[in-house]
Nanobody, 114 residues
C-alpha cells in the first residue's frame, strides 16, 4: 500500500499560480506510475499529468504549456506547478500512484476566481 498526502491547494485569481505537493509513503519502491488527476463539480475525474514507468510525462491537452509535473525522489514527493490558471481549472486535485493497484490521496481543492 502507498499513502499519498496532497497539499498546496487554495483560492487564486485567474492568471495566477499554485504549486501542489504530494508526499508518498509506504511501498513507494513498487510505484510504476504517479501523477495528478482532477475532478470538477459535475464532471468525471480526469488525468492532469503523470510520470510513466519509463520516466516520461503525459499531460492533458487542456493544461499543456501551463502545468508542469516534477518530483523529488529524496523526499518521495511529486509536485504540480500550475501557471496561468483559468476558472475552468477549478477542481479537487488528487494525487495518484499505481503500485500493485490504484492508490489515491484525499484531494486538495483548487479554486480559480475570474
Amino acid at each position: 500500500q502507498v499513502q499519498l498526502v496532497e497539499s498546496g491547494g487554495g483560492l487564486v485569481q485567474a492568471g495566477g499560480s499554485l504549486r501542489l505537493s504530494c508526499a508518498a509513503s509506504g511501498s513507494i519502491f513498487s510505484i510504476n506510475l504517479m501523477g495528478w488527476y482532477r475532478q470538477a463539480p459535475g464532471k468525471q475525474r480526469e488525468l492532469v499529468g503523470a510520470f510513466t514507468s519509463g520516466g516520461s510525462t503525459n499531460y492533458a491537452e487542456s493544461v499543456k504549456g501551463r502545468f508542469t509535473i516534477s518530483r523529488d525522489n529524496a523526499k518521495n514527493t511529486v509536485y504540480l506547478q500550475m501557471n496561468s490558471l483559468k476558472p475552468e481549472d477549478t477542481a479537487v486535485y488528487y494525487c495518484y500512484a499505481y503500485s500493485r493497484g490504484s492508490n489515491w490521496g484525499k484531494g486538495t481543492l483548487v479554486t480559480v476566481s475570474s
